[in-house]
């Protein structure tokens, strides 16, 4: 009788150091995948963050938790330690559309990229949001823009105060691109021509030119442009 019991212990033992051995296997090559991914994550020109909704008792999302962030998260949002954390607990008063945004991607299932300002925050993204499993999680890959928007809105300032000073100026004042097409005409060529803005730009303005002054006015006009210097046409 011992003779029939012996072989069944070593198989019995056998069968379970395979089976650890493949779990350990499997642990390993999980541990390998996910130090390659967040290398990868740190590796990035832009800052990276996993997200999860949180919802409340009407099953409406009401925040989002922080379960991932690269080193370039910190720098371009200003949060530190933010892993763990929410978003409204760390940025009291953000803007909710932020959220509504989120959501739609996270539950909606599609991705979408948006620019938009956060007054609370003091800055500008360019975010890329996209829906991950399980349902309810976002990634986000996003680029602070805030010394691009601030240089754009100087800009369109600056244009602003040009327009109102030609506009009231007493003297016609018209602005064309490089290739010599009119851009701009001020309130007083179009009160004096009888044109309006868009029945002016382009190559359009010479309409506003005696028919007899046309030809010689539009050619001495291009050489002038082509020649990049300045010219006076009576």
Same mark, same amino acid.
């Given at each position: 009788?011992s *003779?029939?019991r012996?072989?069944?212990a070593? #198989?019995?033992?056998?069968?379970?150091?395979t089976?650890?051995?493949?779990?350990a296997?499997?642990?390993?090559?999980?541990?390998q995948?996910?130090?390659?991914?967040?290398?990868?994550? &740190?590796? !990035?020109?832009?800052?990276? +963050?996993v997200?999860?909704?949180?919802?409340?008792?009407d099953?409406?999302?009401?925040?989002?938790?922080?379960?991932?962030?690269?080193? !370039?998260?910190e720098?371009?949002?200003?949060? #530190?330690?933010a892993?763990g954390?929410? @978003?409204?607990d760390?940025?009291?008063?953000?803007?909710?559309?932020?959220?509504?945004?989120?959501?739609?991607?996270?539950?909606?299932?599609?991705? *979408?990229?948006?620019?938009?300002?956060?007054?609370?925050?003091?800055?500008?993204?360019d975010?890329?949001?996209?829906?991950?499993?399980?349902?309810?999680?976002?990634?986000?890959?996003?680029?602070?823009?805030?010394? #691009?928007?601030? &240089?754009?809105?100087?800009?369109?300032?600056?244009?602003?105060?040009?327009?109102?000073?030609?506009?009231?100026?007493?003297?016609?004042?018209?602005?064309?691109e @490089?290739?010599?097409? +009119?851009?701009?005409?001020?309130?007083?060529? +179009?009160?004096?021509?009888? #044109?309006? !803005?868009?029945?002016?730009?382009g190559?359009?303005?010479?309409d506003?030119?005696?028919?007899?002054?046309?030809?010689?006015?539009?050619?001495?006009? @291009?050489?002038?442009?082509?020649?990049?210097r300045?010219?006076?046409?009576?």
């Open positions: 009788m *003779s029939d012996v072989p069944s070593p #198989q019995s033992a056998l069968e379970l150091v089976d650890l051995r493949d779990e296997s499997a642990d390993g090559a999980l541990a995948n996910e130090a390659w991914i967040r290398s990868v994550f &740190a590796a !990035l020109d832009q800052a990276f +963050c997200c999860e909704l949180v919802f409340g008792p099953g409406e999302p009401v925040d989002y938790l922080f379960i991932e962030t690269n080193e !370039l998260f720098q371009y949002t200003g949060l #530190q330690d892993v954390r929410c @978003a409204y760390l940025v009291p008063g953000l803007e909710p559309e932020w959220l509504q945004v989120y959501a739609q991607a996270a539950l909606g299932g599609q991705a *979408s990229r948006v620019q938009r300002g956060s007054e609370v925050m003091g800055r500008w993204f975010v890329f949001v996209t829906p991950l499993h399980p349902r309810g999680r976002f990634a986000l890959l996003f680029s602070d823009i805030t010394e #691009q928007r601030v &240089a754009l809105q100087a800009l369109h300032e600056s244009e602003r105060r040009f327009r109102n000073m030609a506009d009231n100026a007493p003297v016609m004042v018209w602005v064309t @490089a290739d010599g097409s +009119c851009s701009y005409l001020s309130r007083r060529w +179009c009160d004096f021509t009888g #044109q309006t !803005l868009p029945s002016g730009l190559s359009l303005w010479l506003a030119v005696h028919p007899d002054d046309r030809d010689r006015s539009a050619a001495e006009f @291009a050489a002038a442009t082509a020649q990049r300045p010219f006076r046409l009576d």
